[in-house]
C-alpha cells in the first residue's frame, strides 16, 4: 500500500489534503480520487512505475475524494471507477490482485454513498471519512449526512476490531477501538450540549452553534452548524419514538 496526498490542504482536508491509497499489483488499484491536482497524477503515475492504472474504489462522492476522477480517466482511458456517481457498488463487492482482497462496506452516515473497504487477510480498513485521527468528523445533514447512521457504522466498525484503519484524512489509526469509542463518546456529549442549548432557549442551529462553539473558526462554522442540525434531527426523531401510542 502506497499512501500518495491529494494535495488539496485546507482547515477542512488536513495539511496535505485528502489521503489516496495506491495497492500495485495487476488490476492496480487506488482508493479515493482526490481532486486531480497535476502533482498528485504525476505522483500515482511514479509509483505505478509504467504500469496503467485500472480501478479507482470511491468511498463516497464527496467532491475532494471524487472530484479527480476526470484527470485520473484522462491519463489512464481505460481506468474503471466504482463508488459515488461513477459506478454502483454493493454491500461485499470485492476486488483484488495477487497483493490485497478487498471487500466493500456499506457504512451511511457521514454520506447516504459511503463505504469502507475491508482488506480481508490483513483486516485494516480503508475507512474514508468514517474516523480520522485528531478530529472528529462532519454530518452535513442538508446534503444527506445521517446521525442515527453514522452511529450505527462506527459501531459496525468497532465491533469488527480492524487492528488498523486507513483514513481519507490524517494520519493512520492504529488504535481503532480507542478512536472509535472517543467517537461515540463525542457524539453523546453533543447531544447533550445540544439539548442543553434548547432548554436554554437557543431554538435554531446558528444560536447552537454559537452557544456550542463561541470560539470556533468561520470556516468551520457551516460544518459545525452542519452537525448541529444532525443532532436536532436525530433528537426530534427519538422524541417522536418514546412519545406513547
Not at 462506527?154 to 480492524?162: S, T
Request: a negative charge; one cysteine or more.
Amino acid at each position: 500500500m502506497i499512501l500518495l496526498p491529494a494535495l488539496n490542504p485546507s482547515e477542512w482536508t488536513g495539511p496535505t489534503g485528502n489521503n489516496t491509497y495506491l495497492l500495485p499489483g495487476n488490476p492496480s488499484i487506488l482508493i479515493d480520487a482526490g481532486v486531480g491536482h497535476p502533482d498528485h497524477v504525476d505522483a500515482i503515475a511514479r509509483a505505478l512505475d509504467g504500469s496503467s492504472l485500472n480501478l479507482v474504489l470511491l468511498t463516497h462522492g464527496h467532491k475532494d475524494h471524487a472530484a479527480g476522477v476526470p484527470a485520473l480517466v484522462a491519463r489512464w482511458p481505460d481506468v474503471q471507477v466504482r463508488g459515488g456517481a461513477a459506478g454502483r457498488l454493493h454491500d461485499g463487492d470485492a476486488f483484488e490482485n495477487p497483493g490485497v482482497r478487498l471487500s466493500a462496506l456499506y457504512t451511511p452516515g457521514h454520506a447516504p454513498d459511503h463505504f469502507c473497504f475491508v482488506d480481508t487477510q490483513s483486516r485494516d480498513i480503508y475507512c474514508g471519512d468514517l474516523a480520522r485521527a485528531g478530529g472528529t468528523i462532519t454530518i452535513p445533514a442538508s446534503k444527506g449526512g445521517n446521525l442515527r447512521e453514522y452511529l450505527d457504522s462506527l459501531r459496525l466498525i468497532k465491533a469488527m476490531n480492524p487492528p488498523r484503519l486507513l483514513p481519507a484524512h490524517g494520519v493512520v489509526i492504529d488504535h481503532p477501538q480507542l478512536v472509535l469509542d472517543e467517537y461515540l463518546a463525542h457524539r453523546a456529549q453533543r447531544e447533550e450540549q445540544v439539548r442543553a442549548a434548547l432548554s436554554a432557549g437557543h431554538t435554531t442551529p446558528d444560536e447552537i452553534v454559537a452557544w456550542i462553539y463561541p470560539r470556533l473558526s468561520t470556516a468551520l462554522h457551516a460544518a459545525a452548524r452542519e452537525s448541529v442540525l444532525a443532532h436536532l434531527t436525530k433528537i426530534r426523531e427519538d422524541d417522536e419514538m418514546s412519545e406513547p401510542l
